[in-house]
């Protein structure tokens, strides 16, 4: 799978917790899932992890989750194994 089919699943995993749950179980239940789909990508993950992981409202969340992909694997995100 390339990191941008990966990204666009995660938001779109994201996206539907979100519109599910309220604000404050919603972040919470999406760590779980953030961390489920982040474990497997390497060491340089685990860095970004922390700061996903400690945002307190689901836009933060998936702005960081964005730019983490941005940052890790550029314009086009083609490329993730």
């Not at 919470?28 to 899932?33: D, I, K, P, S």
Request: proline content about 0%; charged content about 20%; aromatic content about 18%.
């Amino acid at each position: 799978m390339e990191a941008i089919q990966l990204q666009d699943l995660m938001i779109d995993h994201l996206s539907a917790l979100y519109s599910f749950y309220g604000e404050y179980a919603e972040v919470r239940l999406a760590r779980n899932h953030i961390g489920g789909y982040l474990k497997n990508m390497g060491t340089f993950a685990i860095k970004s992890f922390d700061s996903i992981l400690s945002a307190e409202i689901s836009e933060s969340q998936a702005t960081l989750l964005y730019y983490f992909f941005k940052f890790n694997y550029g314009e086009n995100r083609h490329e993730y194994n």
